[in-house]
């Protein structure tokens, strides 16, 4: 069965970093290109990075370019989301997603989809 389950959520304070990790079963994961997303409370869905199936090519929205920084491991079957600086308006459900080869920007485009889990950035 096609899964794909987050990880490493916690409460941090600003400025500090966390490095998420979906962990990938059921499909091999080279081909897909992979995202990850936040949604806070009340509010969309909103992409944030995302790395195309050849694993060169990654996409940043602004608000966190520089500060947040994708990666694969198609052996461990594994997406990572490195994130530093972090500021309260990063607090959210962070969610892992993949798609056919290239990425967009569109929620409803994305195949797969974890569970999320919570990110709060707060003193």
């Known amino acids: 069965q096609v899964r794909l389950v987050e990880s490493g959520g916690d409460l941090v304070q600003p400025g500090g970093s966390l490095r998420l990790s979906c962990a990938a079963s059921?499909?091999?994961?080279?081909?897909?290109?992979v995202g990850w997303f936040r949604q806070a409370p009340g509010k969309e869905r909103k992409g944030l990075a995302c790395?195309?199936?050849?694993?060169?090519?990654?996409f940043y929205v602004d608000s966190v370019k520089g500060r947040f920084t994708i990666s694969r491991d198609n052996v461990k079957k594994t997406v990572y989301l490195q994130m530093n600086s972090l500021e309260p308006e990063d607090t959210g459900v962070y969610y892992c997603?993949?798609?056919?080869?290239?990425?967009?920007?569109?929620?409803?485009?994305?195949?797969?989809w974890g569970q999320g889990t919570q990110v709060t950035v707060s003193s």
């Open positions: 997603a993949v798609r056919d080869v290239w990425c967009i920007n569109s929620t409803n485009s994305y195949r797969y």
């Open positions: 059921g499909f091999t994961l080279p081909g897909y290109a």
């Open positions: 790395m195309h199936s050849n694993g060169g090519s990654t």
